[in-house]
Every structure is written in C-alpha cells, then in structure tokens.
C-alpha cells in the first residue's frame, strides 16, 4: 500500500527550540516535498527534493531545512521555531500523475 | 501573486444534486492540473486530474472540465452525497505531471441530507 507517514501528528514546543518533523515514503519516488497549510492560504510548498541530496526552496523557505541523505526519507527542520511558524504541515511524494500526502503535524510554538 | 484561485471559500449542495467547484489560474505554463479532497484530520487525498491537451475527464460521480481560454477548470460531483462534504483543492503544474504543484486556498463543500 502506498505510503508516505509524518511523525509526529501533534507538537507543542516553544520558541527557539530545534524540531525535526520526519517523513518516509515508501513508493520509492525521486520527488518529495513539505507543505504548509494556514487559513485562507490553501497549501504552500516549503522546500522540495528532486532526488538524493538535490533539495531546493520552494515559496516559503524561510525558517526551515530539510535533507535528503535516502530516498525513502525527507525531513523537515526547524532550528529556531517561531510562533509564525505555527501551522498544520504536509510531507507529499509524488508520482507522475499524483502526489501522495502524509496525515499531517499540527504543529503550535509558543 | 496567487497563480491558482479558487474564489468560493465555501458551497453548500443538497444531497442528489450536482456540486460544482471552481478554479482559475493565471500561468499560461500550467499544463496539469488536479483536484484534492481533504476531511478534518487527515492529509489530502487525490480525485481526479487533467492534462492540457484535453478539455474533460471523467471518472465515476467526478469529472473535470478545462477551458484553457479562460484559464479556468471546475469539478462537478453528480449525485452528490453527504460523504462528499470536505475541503476541495484544485492544483496545478507546469511540469506535464503531478510535480511542483501550485495549491489554490480550497472551498469547503457541505452536502446537506
């Protein structure tokens, strides 16, 4: 069954503290990418992963890293979390004719 | 600049009849475009998608339609049941595939009993 699964699906944290959020596919797909979903603004992409270790900005960069050192992985981090960085997340891979979206974290800084 | 748009942020439907979900974009780029569904709490899912070379596709209760004059798409759901009720996104690529995809901001559909 295809996969992708984000841990965790809720977070509290406060500011300044690094959080890593995981997720892992398993369709063996090249491209990976972290979304963020805020009210009014739909779904907007953070960073993307073409293929092992080539990831690349996407609209909203700003905060956040990710890597790519295995296929199946792409982690989004947070080094110093902000509370406009509260919002519900989204790990996608993505197929050539569909993307596959993890459950979400709802992520809240404080 | 949002390149997709989907202008109602909500539509309420009677079980049974047609819903109708709207999208319009701006890229004359895009050339695949795909609709999302997504219930509280969960990630979306997929329904359906499109290619520019074509002006429909159909699949069970879902079809879309493309007007690439008018840059504009739009999911009709017949019947439509309560099921149904759920944030609807519609998307787009410049890529010929379901990479780099370009969310509009949703429309919540309430089918009502």
């Known amino acids: 069954e295809a996969q992708v699964t984000q841990n965790p699906r809720y977070l509290i944290t406060v500011t300044g503290k690094k959080l890593t959020v995981t997720c892992s596919q398993n369709?063996?797909?090249?491209?990976m990418s972290w979304y963020r979903q805020d009210p009014g603004l739909g779904l907007r992409q953070i960073y993307y992963s073409m293929n092992v270790e080539v990831t690349d900005k996407g609209d909203v960069p700003e905060g956040y890293k990710v890597s790519r050192k295995e296929k199946r992985n792409f982690p989004l981090i947070l080094e110093s979390p902000s509370p406009n960085q509260t919002s519900l997340y989204f790990c996608?891979?993505?197929?050539?004719?569909?993307?596959?979206f993890g459950q979400g974290t709802r992520l809240t800084v404080v | 600049d949002q390149q997709v748009k989907q202008n109602s942020p909500s539509l309420s439907v009677q079980e049974g009849r047609i819903s109708i979900l709207n999208c319009d974009y701006t890229?004359?780029?895009?050339?695949?475009f795909l609709w999302y569904k997504k219930y509280p709490a969960e990630g979306p899912t997929f329904l359906i998608s499109?290619?520019?070379?074509?002006d429909k596709n159909e699949d069970g209760r879902f079809t879309v339609f493309l007007n690439k004059s008018a840059k504009h798409l739009s999911l009709h759901i017949v019947p439509s049941q309560p099921g149904d009720s759920a944030v609807y996104f519609c998307?787009?690529?410049?890529?010929?595939?379901?990479?780099?995809?370009?969310f509009g901001s949703g429309t919540q559909l309430t089918v009502l009993p």
């Open positions: 890229n004359s780029m895009f050339d695949y």
């Open positions: 499109i290619s520019s070379i074509k």
């Open positions: 369709m063996n797909h090249e491209y």
């Open positions: 998307a787009a690529s410049s890529s010929g595939s379901a990479r780099q995809l370009t």
């Open positions: 996608a891979s993505h197929g050539g004719t569909e993307a596959f």
